[in-house]
């Protein structure tokens, strides 16, 4: 719940008219809460005074606004979107932990639907070849259970598995990336903004990354594989490949133009 440090406060009413649940009032020239909330967070980030907080979470955490580091150059932000490709050829280099949770924190940030903060985010990358057999089992099952009545949607994977029984070099589903990062998400839209600010930290920090539906959908069907990685009962709404590129691009890609309507 909401809590408010009379003695801070300045009845200056920011928090109220910022409050989306109108859950927040002033009495007695001081910012009172009404009942419990979805603690969004907003009061705190806009009390002048720091004089709300949110027992439930680490406000330790809370960083103070800093204009000059908060500063985004608008043709860098465009340059860095339009330079942006999918990444399918990976250098054989693990990506360090502390790296790794640089992306956590980009996904744990991003915006939720109602502030459910629901996203699981899963990485893989010490037991890589265990995620691996346990994918392709699966999909042999399949195969040899379906034979010629497998539906149409898994017949790419049947494809997959024997290019690489064929030659085992051919890593077409997981492209010998280092790390595959799963989002669970009740809200795919949640999982989708999540995912897209942790390819941007990713970039930041050197790597590329490819989101692989193949993976994530093959990968939502298969219960021992969640259950393997702790996820049962949830529902992979992304699928990430990580690692450092392996080979450069030295220009942006054409594109056509931008399908917009103004009014």
């Not at 994918?135 to 690489?164: H, M, Q, T």
Request: contains cysteine.
């Amino acid at each position: 719940m909401v809590s408010i440090d009379t003695e801070k406060c300045i009845g200056c009413g920011m928090c109220v008219k910022d409050c989306i649940g109108f859950n927040i009032a002033i009495k007695d020239k001081k910012a009172a809460v009404k009942s419990d909330c979805f603690l969004c967070g907003h009061c705190v980030a806009v009390c002048p005074v720091n004089a709300v907080s949110i027992p439930e979470y680490d406000m330790a955490d809370v960083e103070e606004y800093d204009a000059e580091s908060f500063k985004l150059n608008p043709e860098q932000v465009l340059h860095s979107i339009k330079f942006r490709r999918s990444i399918r050829s990976y250098k054989a280099e693990k990506i360090m932990k502390s790296d790794l949770e640089m992306l956590a924190q980009a996904g744990r940030y991003s915006a939720t639907a109602k502030n459910n903060q629901d996203c699981c985010f899963v990485f893989v990358q010490e037991e890589m070849e265990k995620l691996k057999s346990l994918v392709w089992d699966f999909i042999d099952e399949i195969d040899k259970r379906e034979g010629r009545n497998v539906a149409r949607e898994i017949l790419p994977y049947i494809s997959f598995n024997r290019r690489r029984k064929t030659d085992e070099k051919d890593d077409y589903l997981f492209r010998n990336a280092p790390v595959v990062l799963f989002i669970t998400s009740d809200w795919p839209l949640d999982a989708g903004l999540a995912a897209q600010n942790m390819e941007t930290m990713a970039v930041s920090l050197g790597m590329g990354v490819l989101y692989n539906g193949f993976l994530s959908r093959i990968a939502d069907a298969n219960e021992e594989l969640k259950k393997y990685l702790d996820i049962e009962g949830k529902t992979i709404k992304a699928c990430m490949l990580l690692g450092y590129p392996d080979r450069k691009y030295v220009r942006t890609a054409p594109r056509r133009e931008a399908n917009v309507i103004w009014k």
